[in-house]
């Protein structure tokens, strides 16, 4: 007997997995169970993937829907990890809990760098591994070194085909080949889902749909600084000529942010519909058809233009480039994308003609070059491509990809130049320094 476990976080990652069951990406076992983790900050007070609206058209995929976060209680699925010399007590309790008896099993895990994805596959041990990507992470580094033990074992990265000719990053130190979930079996799944939408609310013609990502909650901006991000998207459509304009919060978003909106449109003029209904935005463009998406560095902003053919615009990546922190946050992949393929939302022409900003060929040397600096270590194999990428194309517009103090630190073109390279080891620059710094405390004394 051979059980397969699908761990999902999100309903997007769920109508990724089945979409993989209905395109046969997966062969057939015994027993397929869909492992639910809650991974909100209070998974009490938000509702897990398989009470959203839209699941039960998803469940007769799977023979079992179990909890993650039932069994390790009273932990935290992002933050817990069992103890190396505790994984066979582990397994045995998951055995005994899930009636998997003395089945083989197989792993189907979303983001296996992180927990729960690494806590399940390290229980496991032996299980071979799939990993499936539901975003734009995939065509990034992997975020930080993973133990051979569960790399090796990864057999295949399952992901969409948001950039059609892009080729994911990620796993590839473990030489894992990337697989295409079809894009017309996920647009299938996201077909039935918008059949349950009933509880959404009219909206008139086709607007302009505003999604919010609450950056904010990830310390990249300050509250203050999203709310008038959302403004500026709204802005900028009804520049756009768009009077009907429809905001999709982040589900725990604070509900203030959208009484800003209700002010700013009142003010000019327009229509604001704000959806309080937890829904995909996929699911959106099945209902409203909008004529415009606006964001900032979501993944649905690709959905729409790739897999829709809906106009899309992007606001407020340059500013994020510059606020990611440390450099390797693995958000930086993500924006960089978007950034280099989207139009700004105040490119009138840019947003007309919908036209891509870099080519793929140009997108999958700038991500090489991203990639090495982000993760030098884990892909050392990178480092000529990032040279010549650097040597070659580093300019007004492309710096805002990099930042000069990683490129010194790994010593690539772009780096502080070699006459000002002797100032951090100088001898006596330090003493200057030091003797400065010692007045000053004594002043403030």
């Not at 919060?249 to 449109?265: I, Y």
Request: proline share 8%; charged share 20%; with cysteine.
């Amino acid at each position: 007997m051979t059980t397969r476990i699908l761990l999902a976080s999100t309903l997007y990652g769920t109508a990724t997995l089945a979409a993989a069951l209905d395109a046969e990406a997966f062969t057939p076992v015994d027993r397929t169970i869909l492992l639910v983790a809650n991974n909100a900050a209070t998974p009490e007070t938000t509702p897990s993937v398989d009470v959203m609206p839209g699941f039960e058209r998803l469940r007769d995929r799977f023979d079992d829907v179990l909890s993650w976060n039932e069994a390790i209680a009273p932990f935290h699925p992002g933050g817990w990890a069992p103890r190396p010399d505790d994984l066979p007590l582990w397994e045995h309790y998951l055995r005994l809990l899930w009636n998997l008896g003395d089945d083989d099993v197989e792993l189907a895990v979303e983001s296996i760098q992180v927990n729960p994805a690494m806590a399940v596959a390290q229980i496991f041990t032996g299980a071979p591994v799939d990993v499936y990507a539901d975003g734009l992470m995939s065509y990034g580094p992997t975020r930080n070194k993973i133990d051979p033990l569960v790399g090796t074992r990864v057999r295949r990265l399952l992901h969409l085909d948001l950039v059609p000719g892009l080729r994911p990053l990620l796993l590839t130190e473990f030489g894992v080949p990337p697989e295409i979930v079809p894009t017309e079996a996920f647009v299938k799944v996201l077909g039935e889902l918008g059949d349950t939408a009933d509880a959404l609310p009219e909206v008139p013609g086709e607007p302009a749909l505003l999604l919010g990502q609450y950056l904010s909650a990830l310390d990249i901006l300050s509250a203050e600084e999203e709310e008038e991000l959302h403004v500026r998207m709204m802005r900028g459509a009804v520049e756009l000529g768009h009077r009907s304009i429809v905001f999709k919060p982040h589900p725990t978003a604070p509900a203030r942010w959208s009484r800003t909106l209700e002010k700013e449109a009142e003010a000019l003029g327009v229509e604001l519909t704000v959806l309080d209904t937890p829904v995909l935005a996929e699911v959106l463009y099945q209902r409203t058809r909008p004529a415009l998406v606006v964001g900032c560095f979501s993944t649905a902003l690709l959905t729409a233009s790739a897999l829709y053919g809906i106009p899309v615009a992007r606001v407020g990546t340059e500013t994020l480039l510059d606020r990611l922190a440390p450099y390797q946050n693995s958000n930086r992949v993500p924006v960089t994308i978007v950034d280099a393929l989207l139009p700004e939302l105040g490119d009138r022409a840019g947003v007309a003609s919908q036209e891509q900003g870099f080519s793929v060929s140009e997108l999958t040397e700038l991500l090489r070059a991203v990639g090495f600096a982000m993760q030098a270590k884990i892909y050392p194999d990178l480092r000529p491509a990032a040279e010549r990428y650097l040597s070659a194309h580093l300019n007004a517009h492309t710096w805002r990809y990099f930042k000069r103090r990683r490129l010194t630190s790994l010593g690539l073109p772009g780096a502080v130049p070699t006459q000002l390279a002797f100032i951090p080891r100088n001898a006596a620059v330090r003493r200057v320094a030091r003797r400065a710094r010692s007045f000053k405390r004594a002043a403030l004394g």
